[in-house]
Each structure stands twice: as structure tokens, then as C-alpha cells.
């Protein structure tokens, strides 16, 4: 058995044998951070019964950190939707216009949220009689090509004990990105991307729109403790698969209690509509690493309806967590001795004298200290190793969580050093340099091109072979002329239709 070190190389023993043991016990290779399950938040793809079927309305992670190209600021970043598809099509990815996606700041520790920033969503169809997201190439936001679109409006709440302060409108029907449907489709995305950053008046700025997920893990836990054998370790199961993000960019100062109070405790809900027209909070989220694996499953739905201030009801399950026991019983890896207090401090108050608040009420929060600069050369562990500036204290995009948490729970605050982790140790796409920061979204015409085609060939002009995948038999038997044949009678009816679409158009368009 082969210890993992922290630079990554040899990570194979130990990290597939506590990947394992988190399989055995029916538990995701994500949700590794021993945390109570009334928490305020947790890495959510699709972690609990209720929320699974309604994905629009499903957060799966927050970040908080000090902007590295404007130290003066704090971006936040909440994502909702998990593994969409990129082909998902033809409806793609669009936010809910029933929902209320919130972001929510507790300045002053008391484990209640004294801003609130509010996105609702609107969604704007130009021609109704196609069945088309975008009818040709989509150039701007404002295409008329681009069929389906959505707007959003922001409003800044401010709160006191959970009352009413004031509420401002900060912003107005601003564009959100599109999914991104393909290469033809949307030849310069990130040209559509760099027109969905917004600027509002007093420097902050704000983004809404599809992304690649940030979130980096090897979740594959599920299939039998890795296909069996545990030899299916260290692959980015969320590679490929996009999100939907919004990204706020604050001055600091606009969200600190003062200069002299820093610290900051973030999470994100959603709140949705019922039949009576009220808005009920179906999903929670702060810190990583909760839900799906913490809660058992008669107090998932109850997690992402709670909030932080009811957090104590949950201390047990931080102080005496089920994955230690786990990993001791199956692979003989001590657990730490209870009461974890360790965790609370960690999880729950913040690191004293890194992030934790003055007079801090415990409570489930990802917390950041907003006076501490940016990395010069981050560290994908964070403070575990000596980077002060990344997870706990707040969550980075680069940031290996899945590693830091599984060390924190097996102890390597109360001196039982380790090196665990689960193989995966970057994002499979390099992270953007300015804001909105997330990679662009993967593009939904990936795939092997067609046999006979090198990518710059219209594949509508190829008949014969060009039918076939990529790879296929390229013997002329009974089978390819058949292909071929067909192939040329559906492009002459495809012709057909297009000429008589194309004429309905320039008779009857929308836009």
C-alpha cells in the first residue's frame, strides 16, 4: 500500500482504499467532510430525493474568495443544474422563472444573513412555430438568431434578526449566456460569454449563464466499490458536463461589517413558488461536502429546507461522524476519538485567528476572511498546506476539496497524518484568469466527426462513407450502400424542406 503525497504522484494506494470504504458503506466520494446534516450547505449533485427530480432548482456548489486580479474585491460564485449534458437539447439548460436564486452573506457571525442578493429569471421566445433554440449562427446576445433567451433582475435585501432593512433593484433585465449549443451553432462563444458580464453602478459586477463544472471529484463510487475491483479510481466523473453560474464580483467593503471585522460567512438557497403563489426554500448550500453523504435519508429534504440558525439541532452528527467508523472498520485506519470538536471548530466556527468571526454563533457556513491576499502560486489544499488563502478560508475554484476534507476527517488536525485523497486532483479545463473566472461550458457538437470529414468539411456534403462514425468498417458491402442511398434521399428531402422553410421565412419571420 502505497501512501499518497501531496504532489500528487503515488496517489493510487491509500486513495483507492479510502475510495472504497466510502463505497462500501453506500457513501459518494464527494461527500467526504464530516459536517452536520442540517447544514447550510453541501457539493449537491443530485443528493437528495426531492431535489433530484427538479435539477433546475438544484445548487451543487459555492465559492468565495478574494479576486486574485482586483485584491479590492470578493467574487462569489453559486451554481446550480447539475451534469447537464451538452447536447441536451433541443430546450437545453434555461434557470427557472418560478424560482428565487438567493446568495446570502452573514457579516457579523451570528449565523444569520444580513444581505441578501436575489436573481430572478425571465425567459423571452422570438418565434414560437420552430422547435429551434437558435435558427442560424448565433454572433451577439442580441442575435435575432438566437431564438430563446432570458433576462434577470437582482435585488439587493438588507436584513436585521431576519426583518426587513430595505430592498434596492441593483439590476435590470441583463442578458444571460446561452447554453452552448455547438460549434455551428455558435462559432465564438466566448465572445457571447464576455458580453454577459455586466457592470452595476458602486464596481460590482455580475454573470449568469452556462459554465463548465468547476467541481472536480471521482464520484464513481457507486458501481460497486469502483467496478468491483477498485482499479476505476482517479477520473474526473464530472469531466465534460456543464452547470449554470452566477457570479456576483462585490467590493469588499460593500459586504464586510467594517474594516475591523472582515470575516464573512456565504450560502446560497433556492427558493420556489407553490401552487399558492408562496416561495418555499427547496435547496441549501455553503460549504462542500455535506449532503450527500452526512444525512441519512429521512433528513436530506429537511436539510435543504432548514437554515443556519437551527443548525445546533444537528451538533451530533459533527461531533460523532459515521465516515471515520466507516473507513476504521473496513480497511483498519483508526478513527480519531470523539467528541470530533475539531470539526466544529473547523465546520462550523471557522478556524480561530483564519476565519472565524468574533463571538460566532455555531453554524454551517462557508466562511471567508476577506483581509487575507490572493496566493501568488495557490495550493490545492489550502491551509492544510500553508496556503492560508484557500479552502477552509472560503473555497477557490482550483481548490481540491475532496483531499483536504478526507484528510481533516481522519484527523490530520489532531496530529494522525495522512495524505488521502481520491486521484483527482485539478479541473479537467484551465480556469479563466478574470471574472467570471469558471472554464467555458463544454460545447453541446463535441463528439468523433464523421468518417471522411477533418472538421472543416460541411458534413451535409458527404455521402457514402461519410455516414458512417468515425472508426467504422469502410468495406463497400450491402450495408454502406444501403447507408449511402438513404443517406442521399434524406439529404435531397432535407433540401426540399429547407428550400420551403427558407421561403416561409422571408414571408413570415418573427423578429
Known sequence: MTPNSRSGAGRRGLATLVCGALAAGGLAAAGVAALEPGAASASSHREAPLISGTPQYDNTDVYAFVSPDKPDTTTIIANWIPFEEPAGGPNFFPFAEDAQYDIHIDNNGDAQGELLYRFTFDTHTKNKKTFLYNTGPVESLDDPDLNVTQT??????????????????????????????????????????????????????????????????????????????????????????????????????????????????????????????????????????????????????????????????????????????????????????????????????????LNQPPHVTPSEQLRLNTSIKPAAEPKRLGVLDG?????????????????????????????????????????????????????????????????????????????????????????TDNTTLIAGSAGAGAIGVLLIGAALAWWRRTRERAY
Open 152 to 353: 434577470y433582475d437582482i435585488e439587493l435585501i438588507k436584513l436585521k434578526h431576519q426583518k426587513l432593512v430595505s430592498k434596492t433593484k441593483i439590476a435590470n433585465d441583463v442578458p444571460v449566456a446561452p447554453s452552448n449549443v455547438g460549434k455551428a451553432s455558435m462559432p465564438d462563444y466566448a465572445k457571447l460569454r464576455d458580453q454577459a458580464v455586466h457592470k452595476l453602478y458602486g464596481g460590482t459586477t455580475t454573470f449568469a449563464g452556462q459554465a463548465d463544472d468547476p467541481f472536480f471529484l471521482d464520484l464513481r463510487v457507486f458501481d460497486l466499490l469502483y467496478g468491483g475491483n477498485l482499479s476505476e479510481v482517479g477520473n474526473d466523473t464530472l469531466k465534460g458536463y456543464n452547470v449554470n453560474s452566477i457570479a456576483l464580483q462585490v467590493p469588499t467593503h460593500m459586504i464586510t461589517e467594517s474594516a475591523h471585522q472582515p470575516i464573512v460567512g456565504i450560502w446560497s438557497t433556492t427558493q420556489r413558488q407553490n401552487a399558492k403563489g408562496y416561495y418555499e426554500q427547496v435547496s441549501r448550500l455553503g460549504s462542500p461536502l455535506v449532503n450527500e453523504v452526512v444525512n441519512p435519508l429521512k433528513d436530506k429534504d429537511k436539510f435543504n429546507a432548514s437554515s443556519p440558525w437551527d443548525d445546533a439541532q444537528f451538533l451530533k452528527n459533527v461531533t460523532n461522524p459515521e465516515l471515520p467508523k466507516l473507513i476504521e472498520a473496513i480497511y483498519k485506519i483508526p478513527a480519531p476519538k470523539e467528541p470530533r470538536n475539531d470539526l466544529v471548530d473547523v465546520f462550523l466556527k471557522g478556524v480561530k485567528d
Open 387 to 475: 496556503d492560508t488563502a484557500g479552502f477552509p478560508n472560503g473555497r477557490r475554484l482550483t481548490d481540491d476539496v475532496i483531499d483536504a476534507s478526507l484528510q481533516v476527517v481522519e484527523g490530520e488536525l489532531l496530529g494522525a497524518k495522512n495524505d488521502l485523497g481520491d486521484a483527482v486532483d485539478k479541473n479537467d479545463k484551465d480556469f479563466e484568469k478574470a471574472f467570471p473566472y469558471v472554464a467555458l461550458p463544454t460545447e453541446g457538437s463535441r463528439g468523433p466527426l464523421a468518417k471522411g470529414t477533418d472538421g472543416q468539411t460541411d458534413v451535409r456534403s458527404q455521402l457514402g462513407d461519410a455516414l458512417q462514425p468515425a472508426g467504422a468498417s469502410g468495406g
